[in-house]
């Protein structure tokens, strides 16, 4: 079947309209996406609130925030992600693994993390996502906010054994396909910021500005590497069964985030409802792959900020509810001309973007400094 994507004021938004976009928050740089609300801020609001509180819209205002950091502290329902001593995995030249093992194919190839079987809850509940929403939309009378397309959550069963590779793929490693003429494009290596282009130095930078096709071109170079079809995207049930890591929480690192584990950009909501930076001096920008407390409970790094990363998934108007995935698997296989989802969130968005249920889309040939794409690697379970 060929997934369409759709598109409308639901919040089924790309990541460009959401940069261009007339409910985009621009404040004082051009790249800023949204904003972000912390459990830290209540002690803040609570004390305007006293001196003022007969101000009906301000108790209103912080009742509602309240109540969704309350929602975000409970987890949704428990999921089993378990590393089975007994289960060993196997490569092609008999090299046996076990599970949060790392490996590399060759040298020149991203080091990979084995990752155990097991199962999850795909997606998450309205409530996750209101407060983004209504920052976004005008609520509708009737009308819970939320982003119907991160639901409905359901438990998705990992039968395809999988390893993920540790970092979003670098700059070094792009450019060992390029040498070796796997890939087509060099693409620049400039941020656009507030003060205008800078460049992103260091090997291990992320890479960002390539598209879907030519992320297909890295993962098939990577396959002629290794003489095997292993190598390729994760469907977005994989990837999000990876970000996860046995977590059932809006991050792998909780219900909230810190800029020491992740790579976004923080702001502050007041209570006249205006936003400002909590960091006036804080410009965006990737930072290269090892930096930061940034691994999740199974090692794999920046699954949230950094650089968005592409999922081989087509984007649909609510998640597709499969048991499985391997028919998750199939149903991305079946797509072909149709957005890609794109999740983790980047380093110029708020902290709730990053959050593991969300996602958005990107088409097949646009780049961004803002999006790369992490690699997914099959592999065989001993029985």
């Known amino acids: 079947m060929d997934v369409n994507p759709i598109v409308d004021r639901k919040g089924d938004l790309t990541d460009d309209e959401i940069r261009n976009g007339p409910l985009f928050l621009r404040l004082n740089f051009k790249n800023i996406e949204n904003v972000t609300f912390g459990t830290e801020h209540i002690g803040w609001r609570l004390r305007h609130i006293m001196a003022d509180y007969g101000n009906k819209k301000r108790l209103k205002n912080f009742m509602y925030h309240l109540r969704f950091l309350v929602l975000m502290a409970f987890t949704i329902p428990a999921a089993s992600a378990y590393a089975n001593e007994s289960t060993t995995y196997t490569l092609k030249n008999d090299r046996k693994l076990r599970p949060?093992?790392?490996?590399?194919?060759?040298?020149?190839?991203?080091?990979?993390?084995?990752?155990?079987?097991?199962?999850?809850?795909?997606?998450?509940?309205?409530?996750?996502?209101?407060?983004?929403?209504?920052?976004?939309?005008?609520?509708?009378?009737?009308?819970?906010?939320?982003?119907?397309?991160?639901?409905?959550?359901?438990?998705?069963?990992?039968?395809?054994?999988?390893?993920?590779?540790?970092?979003?793929?670098?700059?070094?490693?792009?450019?060992?396909?390029?040498?070796?003429?796997?890939?087509?494009?060099?693409?620049?290596?400039?941020?656009?910021?507030?003060?205008?282009?800078?460049?992103?130095?260091?090997?291990?930078?992320?890479?960002?500005?390539?598209?879907?096709?030519?992320?297909?071109?890295?993962?098939?170079?990577?396959?002629?590497?290794?003489?095997?079809?292993?190598?390729?995207?994760?469907?977005?049930?994989?990837?999000?069964?990876?970000?996860?890591?046995?977590?059932?929480?809006?991050?792998?690192q909780g219900t909230t985030l810190t800029t020491e584990q992740v790579n976004f950009l923080p702001f502050e909501l007041k209570s006249d409802g205006s936003f400002y930076l909590v960091d006036p001096d804080q410009v965006p920008f990737p930072v290269i792959v090892d930096e930061l407390d940034a691994a999740n409970p199974w090692g794999l790094r920046h699954m949230s900020g950094n650089v968005l990363e592409m999922t081989m998934s087509c984007i649909t108007e609510t998640l597709l509810g499969l048991p499985t995935t391997s028919a998750y698997y199939d149903a991305a296989k079946a797509g072909t001309d149709c957005r890609r989802v794109v999740k983790g969130g980047h380093f110029s968005a708020s902290m709730l973007w990053s959050r593991l249920a969300s996602r958005i889309s990107t088409d097949l040939d646009t780049v961004t400094h803002t999006r790369g794409f992490r690699v997914l690697r099959q592999i065989k379970e001993m029985k």
């Open 100 to 252: 949060l093992e790392h490996f590399r194919d060759c040298d020149q190839c991203p080091k990979m993390i084995a990752l155990p079987l097991g199962d999850f809850v795909m997606g998450a509940p309205l409530q996750e996502s209101a407060f983004l929403y209504n920052l976004m939309f005008k609520p509708r009378p009737g009308i819970e906010p939320g982003f119907v397309r991160e639901g409905p959550q359901h438990v998705v069963k990992v039968d395809i054994p999988f390893a993920m590779s540790e970092n979003e793929i670098t700059r070094e490693e792009w450019m060992a396909c390029v040498a070796d003429q796997g890939c087509t494009i060099t693409p620049s290596f400039e941020v656009l910021g507030s003060g205008g282009y800078k460049l992103a130095e260091g090997d291990r930078m992320p890479i960002f500005k390539v598209s879907y096709r030519d992320a297909l071109e890295y993962v098939a170079w990577l396959n002629v590497r290794v003489g095997e079809n292993v190598y390729r995207l994760p469907t977005a049930a994989e990837w999000e069964y990876a970000g996860r890591a046995g977590t059932t929480t809006p991050y792998a």
